[in-house]
């Protein structure tokens, strides 16, 4: 019996990038059939699936110590070249095919507004959240308002500045709390902001700038949106990373002296 | 064939990323500076021309259509592996900076949507105005 688990275990582990085709397609299967049932559709399928996920790294987190969420169970690694970088960018580039050319030339100057303000107005935020927790100096409160801006641009920040370990962990935490919530929220506001078409999706990925979050949300609200609001958010995260350690530190550093 | 439009896709994706890993170095940044945007103009160029010229032919964009198609999926699998429990544990303040940022930029969404959106009535009624003198 034991024998039987061991190659069945074997199989799956040789097969990652398969196993994780199945455990994904059945994860999607639950999704749309709990949200056809318990919401009568009102939730998305993808938004629950995406939920899910966001829930097994949660329990993988738990399970295994790790921080990979499911990818740190051996039988689940196939899950992190399912999800990872070279995947999820070739699938975002691929949505641009269902665009055009002319809606993206419509939004640019709101594209471009909304960069700058998103970068700005995350990293003011999490600034004024570190202040109001007590830190005085500058290099701390640029790295946790570095942090609210992408968990990328929290540590690229605070290693050019010479933040500690503990203060990148924060800034890195803050960041992934904003991936989550634009994953996990956009789906149930989205209609409040009118995000149903290109050029608010551009602004979207503009002001929220966490590409994981974005496109997880805007596959959640509309797929045909997600080209739009990929654009923008993925020149938010470099943005981010340029202004970060140079003009929004020292205008920190102007600031609280 | 199927090849060709994923070659295509592929070939995009790369450049695309090439140029986003130049960008970051010349400016100085650790990171890929709009690699993923590049390549989405890349992509949208070639296959317009492509599809004008009638050589983009079904089966090919068949090989792009399958990645847009598994693109939830794939975010699915992208959200199992992240860092959830680092999030929950960075503590109220990692949590407040992230929920707040996240709130007071989704909140500003609709008022920056319309500054983009005023400018270009604007424009477009400058226009239609030129293009009336022009007639009459």
């Known amino acids: 019996m034991t024998n039987t688990m061991d190659l069945l275990i074997n199989v799956l582990v040789k097969n990652g990038l398969l196993t994780a085709f199945a455990v994904v397609g059945i994860t999607m299967w639950v999704s749309y059939f709990l949200s056809a049932r318990l919401t009568r559709g009102h939730l998305h399928g993808s938004a629950l699936a995406i939920m899910l996920g966001l829930l097994m790294a949660y329990i993988g987190g738990v399970m295994t110590g790790g921080k990979n969420g499911v990818v740190d169970f051996k039988l689940l690694s196939g899950v992190g070249l399912m999800g990872g970088a070279m995947l999820r960018d070739f699938a975002i580039v691929s949505t641009a095919y269902g665009a055009t050319l002319t809606d993206m030339r419509k939004c640019g100057v709101g594209g471009i507004v909304s960069l700058f303000t998103g970068v700005v107005l995350s990293f003011a935020v999490g ?55 634009v994953m996990v929220g956009t789906p149930f506001f989205a209609k409040y902001i009118g995000l149903d078409n290109p050029r608010t999706a551009m602004v979207f990925g503009g002001m929220m700038g966490t590409t994981s979050g974005v496109c997880g949300a805007l596959a959640a609200v509309d797929t045909k949106l997600v ?16 202004m970060g350690p140079s003009v929004l530190f020292f205008a920190t550093r102007a600031l609280v002296g | 064939m199927i090849i060709y439009g994923v070659a295509l896709l592929s070939i995009c994706t790369l450049l695309g990323l090439l140029i986003g890993d130049f960008l970051g170095a010349a400016i100085g940044v650790k990171a890929n500076v709009g690699g993923v945007g590049f390549a989405m103009i890349l992509l949208l160029v070639v296959s317009e021309h492509l599809k ?32 959830v429990l680092g999030a929950i544990k960075g503590g109220p303040m990692a949590i407040i900076a992230g929920v707040l940022a996240t709130v007071v930029c989704f909140a500003l969404i609709p008022v920056i949507d319309r500054i983009g959106r005023s400018e270009r009535l604007l424009e477009e009624q400058k226009l239609a105005h030129k293009s009336q003198g022009e007639t009459a």
């Open chain 1, 127 to 181: 600034a004024a959240v570190a202040m109001a927790f007590g830190y005085t100096d500058a290099v701390s409160i640029s790295t946790i308002g570095a942090g609210a801006v992408t968990y990328i641009v929290g540590p690229i920040t605070g290693a050019a500045i010479g933040a500690s370990s503990e203060l990148i962990a924060l800034s890195i935490a803050a960041g992934l709390v904003k991936s989550v919530l």
């Open chain 1, 227 to 242: 080209p739009y609001g990929a654009m923008t958010s993925t020149f938010y995260t470099g943005l981010g990373c340029l």
């Open chain 2, 52 to 83: 004008g010229t009638g050589r983009f032919i079904q089966p090919s964009s068949q090989g792009v259509a399958f990645w847009t198609a598994m693109y939830i999926p794939i975010v699915v699998a992208m959200a199992a592996q992240q860092n």
